[in-house]
């Protein structure tokens, strides 16, 4: 089975250009995470989206940064303007449907993107 | 404040030498605790859930306790390939959706 893709794998770019980092989740989860890790703040959540519709994005740093889930299949994160401190690992997961029983899920990690902003 | 740490920040063992990981959490609601593996390079890789206090998960040489405090990740003679960063993670309950909150990780090194 193909794991959670996301692309491209390394970024770099000029302070105030437009990045966009795109994901594409493991076929049939409801849930889409996209989290930032940083060695001084770890992994942080940004935002998440249950059937494609945001849940929670109080994890977003500024208005800098949107992120879209326009269908079931595909996800967007974009940052403009960048910014030096925006460099980072930015991290797509995904988990299933929650059961009625165990209401919890594991994710399931991309490889990241490596965002580096000059 | 929900929060979650971890320690030791590093830890690092001989090829055998078996030895624990913590992870400690306050939250409000807990609805589930998660270890994940982390190489370089890549994304971090799920090993357990754990679902209330005592319950206890194996995978080959790890194995994940709970209590209402804190979760430990055993590590029994530990081999040169189970070099990584462990990442804990606690499931929060909120009014209309759960928060996931990631501890810092330990950074486990085993040296032949």
Known sequence: ?118 | EDQVTQSPEALRLQEGESSSLNCSYTVSGLRGLFWYRQDPGKGPEFLFTLYSAGEEKEKERLKATLTKKESFLHITAPKPEDSATYLCAVQARRTSYDKVIFGPGTSLSVIP
């Open chain 1, 1 to 118: 089975d193909a794991g959670v893709i996301q692309s491209p794998r390394h970024e770099v770019t000029e302070m105030g250009q437009e990045v966009t980092l795109r994901c594409k989740p493991i076929s049939g989860h409801d849930y889409l995470f996209w989290y930032r890790q940083t060695m001084m703040r770890g992994l942080e959540l940004l935002i998440y989206f249950n059937n494609n519709v945001p849940i929670d994005d109080s994890g977003m740093p500024e208005d800098r940064f949107s992120a879209k889930m326009p269908n079931a299949s595909f996800s967007t994160l974009k940052i403009q303007p960048s910014e030096p401190r925006d460099s980072a690992v930015y991290f797509c997961a995904s988990s299933p449907r929650r059961d009625r029983g165990l209401s919890n899920q594991p994710q399931h990690f991309g490889d990241g993107t490596r965002l580096s902003i000059l």
